[in-house]
C-alpha cells in the first residue's frame, strides 16, 4: 500500500507539473492559461486518486474486480450508467449539433434515447439473472464456451477499441483547447490516469468515478441551462425567437439530417440495438444484486439521460443566441479565411464557450474540468470492459477451460488493462490527423450487428444452436465493418475514392438483418446432437432468466 | 436446475402467470415505444415540412419542439410504467414461485 501512495502522490504533483509545463510552449491554437479549469481539474484528479486508494482496499476477488461486488444500488447504478452514455462527445457533440442546426440536435438526441426503455422491457432482467461479470455469461450459457466467447468477446473488444480511439482522440484536441496542453501529454495523461483506475480500484472505482461525473456534468448543465432560460424570463418562445433572428428559420425544424428513410430506419436500428450491444453498458448491469435493482437502474439511467438532452438541447440554443456572433468567442484567422463566424474550436466548444458567457473564468474552468472527468471516467469504462473481455471470457473460460483461479484471473485482467491502455494511448496518438467520423458509427453498428442479435436470442430463441450464434454473429460482424468501409465516410471521404460502392451512412439495418437471418438459418438446419442438447437445456436457462432462480447463489462465487 | 424442479416450475400456474403477464406487457410496451419513435423518424424522412409547422400564427415555435420534448419523457414515462408494476406484481409472482421450490 505504501507503494501505491507513492504513486497517486507521484501523479498528482505530475499532473500539477504537466500543466505548469504546458504554459510555458503556449501554441497559437492552444487556449490561454485557464487557471480555475486546472485548480478544478487538479481537485477532481485528487478526489478520484483517494476514491481509487479506497476501492483498491476494498477489490480482492475477481467478482469485485469486474462487478464492484455487487452492492450498487439501482440508483447509483442509473447515474452510472447515464454517466457512461453522457460522454464528452454526447455533451459537446450534441450541443454543438444544436448549435449549428437547431433542431436536427434534437433529433439525434431523442434516437440515442429511445433504445433505453426497450433495453429495460427487454434484456435487463434476464440479464442480470443469467450473467456473472460479461454478457459473453449469458449469450454461451447453454451454447459452447469456446466458440461463443471467442467470437463475443471480438465483438465486446472491436466495439471497445473503437470506442476508445473515439474518445482519445476527441479528449487531445479538447484538452489542448482547454488546458494549452500539447495533444500527446493529454492523451498520454488521459490514459494513465484510466489505467490507474482500473487496475487498481477496478469497477467500484471505476463506478464511482462515473457516478461524480455525471452529478456534476448534470449539475453544471443545469446551472447552465437555467442561466440561459433566466435571460429569457424562463419563455422558451422569446429564447427561439432570438435564436430564429441571429440563424434563421431553419433551426425550428428538421434539415438534412435524415433525409431518405432508408437512412432513418437504419441509423435508428444503430442507435437502438448499438445501445443493447455495447459491452461496458452491458457490464454495469451485474454490479446490482438482483433483477428488481437492474430494472430500476433502467429505470434511472433514462430518467437522467432524458433530462440530460433536454438541458442540451436549452444549452445549444442558448450558445446560438449567447455565443453565436459574440466577438469574445469569434474564431478571427478562420473567418479571415474563409467567412461566416467561426467560433474558436469549431461548434462542439458551444457549450464551453456558452459556460463562460453565462459564468465567466470560473465556471468555464468547472465546465471544462467537468469535460475532462467525462472522458476520464467514460475510457475507464470501457477499458475495463474490455479488460473483462480479454481476462474472463478468453483468458479464464477459453484458454484455461472454466479453472482459472480468481487470482490469475484478476492478474490477467489487471495486465490486460495496462495492455489497453498502451493501445489506447499509441491509437489516439496515431489517429491524431485522421478522420475519425466513422469510429463511433462502426462501433455502434458492430454491438447492433454481432453483439445484439446473439444476446436477444440466447436469452428468448429455444431453437439457437452455437452453429448458427457463431456463424450469424460473424456474418453481422463482418457485414458491418464491410459496409462501413464501403459506405461514403471511408469509401469516399477517407479513401478519396469518387463514388460510395455502398451508398448509405449506416449499414446496420443490413447487417443486423444479416446476423438475424444467418443466425436462424443455421440454427434451424443445425441437426447435430450438440445442437438437440442446446435446445432441450433451453427451458431450464428461460426459468432462470425470468426468475432469477438459481442466480443469486450462481453469482457469489 | 434439474428436470424435476424445470418440470415443477413449468407447471406452477403463478409461473405461468408471470410469463404471459409480462411478456404481453413487455411486447405491448415495446411496440408502443417502437410506433412512436418510428412514426417521427418516418415523418422527419418523408414530411420534415409537418414537424416544421408553427405553434400559433405569430409564433416561431413550431410544433416539432414541444413533440420532441414528449418523445422524450414519454420514454422514461414507460420505464417508470413497466419498473412499478414489475416492482409490485411481477415480483410478488416471483417470490411465490420462489417459496413454493422452498416448500420441499
Redesign the interface.
Known amino acids: 500500500m505504501n507503494m501505491m501512495n507513492r504513486i497517486f502522490l507521484f501523479l498528482i504533483l505530475g499532473t500539477i507539473a504537466v500543466f505548469a509545463s504546458g504554459t510555458i510552449d503556449g501554441e497559437i491554437e492552444k487556449q490561454a492559461l485557464n487557471v480555475s479549469a486546472i485548480v478544478m481539474f487538479v481537485i477532481f484528479v485528487g478526489a478520484t486518486l483517494g476514491i481509487t486508494y479506497w476501492a483498491a482496499k476494498r477489490t480482492k476477488s475477481a467478482k469485485d474486480f469486474y462487478t464492484a461486488g455487487g452492492g450498487i444500488t439501482g440508483l447509483q447504478n442509473g447515474m452510472a450508467i447515464a454517466g457512461d452514455y453522457m460522454s464528452a462527445a454526447s455533451f459537446l457533440g450534441i450541443s454543438g449539433l444544436v448549435y449549428l442546426k437547431g433542431y436536427d440536435g434534437l433529433i439525434y438526441s431523442i434516437g440515442f434515447l429511445v433504445g433505453w426503455p426497450i433495453i429495460l422491457f427487454i434484456i435487463a432482467e434476464p440479464l442480470r439473472n443469467l450473467g456473472k461479470y460479461t454478457f459473453a455469461d449469458v449469450a454461451s450459457y447453454r451454447l459452447k464456451q469456446t466458440p461463443i466467447r471467442t467470437l463475443a468477446a471480438s465483438g465486446s473488444i472491436a466495439t471497445v477499441i473503437l470506442y476508445l480511439i473515439a474518445q482519445m482522440v476527441g479528449s487531445g484536441k479538447l484538452i489542448q483547447l482547454l488546458f494549452g496542453l500539447q495533444y500527446e501529454v493529454a492523451v498520454v495523461l488521459v490514459g494513465v490516469l484510466m489505467v490507474l483506475y482500473v487496475t487498481f480500484g477496478g469497477m467500484l472505482a471505476t463506478t464511482w468515478v462515473q457516478i461524480i461525473k455525471a452529478f456534476l456534468l448534470l449539475s453544471g448543465a443545469t446551472f447552465m441551462a437555467i442561466a440561459v432560460m433566466a435571460h429569457y424570463d424562463f419563455s422558451f418562445g422569446s429564447l427561439f425567437a432570438e435564436a430564429v433572428e441571429m440563424k434563421g428559420i431553419e433551426v425550428m425544424s428538421p434539415g438534412g439530417l435524415v433525409s431518405d428513410p432508408i437512412s432513418a430506419i437504419s441509423l435508428a436500428v444503430a442507435l437502438m440495438f448499438g445501445t443493447a450491444g455495447l459491452p461496458h453498458i452491458l457490464m454495469r448491469f451485474f454490479t446490482v444484486s438482483d433483477a428488481k435493482e437492474a430494472r430500476k437502474s433502467v429505470f434511472f439511467a433514462t430518467g437522467f439521460i432524458g433530462y440530460f438532452y433536454i438541458l442540451t438541447f436549452i444549452i445549444g440554443f442558448g450558445a446560438i443566441v449567447m455565443v453565436f456572433k459574440n466577438p469574445h468567442y469569434l474564431d478571427l484567422a478562420k473567418q479571415a479565411i474563409s467567412g461566416g463566424s467561426p467560433i474558436l474550436g469549431g461548434n462542439n466548444m458551444a457549450a464551453i464557450h456558452l459556460s463562460h458567457a453565462v459564468g465567466g473564468d470560473f465556471f468555464l474552468g468547472f465546465i471544462s474540468a467537468v469535460a475532462f472527468a467525462t472522458i476520464l471516467a467514460v475510457v475507464s469504462g470501457l477499458t475495463l470492459a474490455g479488460a473483462s473481455a480479454i481476462s474472463h471470457d478468453l483468458y479464464a473460460s477459453v484458454f484455461k477451460k472454466g479453472n482459472a483461479d480468481s487470482v490469475s484471473e484478476m492478474k490477467v485482467s489487471k495486465m490486460a488493462t495496462v495492455a489497453l491502455g498502451i493501445v489506447a494511448i499509441i491509437m489516439g496518438i496515431a489517429f491524431e490527423k485522421q478522420n475519425i467520423a466513422f469510429v463511433v458509427g462502426l462501433a455502434f453498428a458492430i454491438a447492433a450487428s454481432a453483439n445484439f442479435p446473439i444476446l436477444l436470442l440466447s436469452m428468448y430463441w429455444k431453437k439457437l444452436t452455437t452453429r448458427g450464434a457463431v456463424i450469424g454473429g460473424s456474418i453481422g460482424l463482418a457485414t458491418a465493418v464491410m459496409l462501413v468501409i464501403l459506405g461514403p465516410i471511408v469509401w469516399v471521404q477517407i479513401l478519396g475514392n469518387a463514388e460510395a460502392i455502398f451508398p448509405y451512412k449506416y449499414p446496420a439495418l443490413f447487417s443486423v438483418t444479416a446476423a438475424f437471418v444467418g443466425i436462424w438459418f443455421f440454427s434451424i438446419t443445425d441437426s447435430s446432437h450438440d445442437a438437440e442438447a442446446e435446445r432441450e437445456a433451453f427451458e431450464a436457462q428461460y426459468i432462470r432468466s425470468q426468475t432469477g432462480i438459481g442466480a443469486e447463489g450462481a453469482s457469489e462465487h | 436446475?434439474n428436470k424435476e424442479l424445470?418440470d415443477k416450475?413449468?407447471n406452477n400456474p403463478d409461473?405461468q402467470e408471470?410469463?404471459s403477464k409480462?411478456s404481453s406487457f413487455?411486447?405491448k410496451?415495446?411496440i408502443v415505444?417502437?410506433v412512436?419513435?418510428?412514426t417521427?423518424?418516418?415523418t422527419?424522412?418523408?414530411n420534415?415540412?409537418a414537424?416544421?409547422t408553427?405553434m400559433s400564427a405569430d409564433?416561431?415555435?413550431?410544433i416539432?419542439?414541444p413533440i420532441?420534448?414528449v418523445?422524450?419523457?414519454f420514454?422514461?414515462v414507460?420505464?417508470?410504467i413497466?419498473?412499478k408494476r414489475?416492482?409490485s406484481e411481477f415480483?410478488n409472482l416471483?417470490n411465490k414461485?420462489?417459496n413454493s421450490?422452498k416448500e420441499n
Open positions: 436446475m424445470v416450475i413449468k409461473y408471470l410469463i409480462r413487455s411486447i410496451l415495446t415505444m417502437l412512436v419513435y418510428f417521427f423518424i418516418l422527419i424522412a418523408f420534415p415540412a414537424l416544421g408553427p409564433s416561431v415555435t413550431t416539432g419542439i420532441g420534448m418523445i422524450i419523457v420514454a422514461f414507460l420505464t417508470g413497466y419498473t414489475a416492482n415480483d416471483t414461485i420462489k421450490i
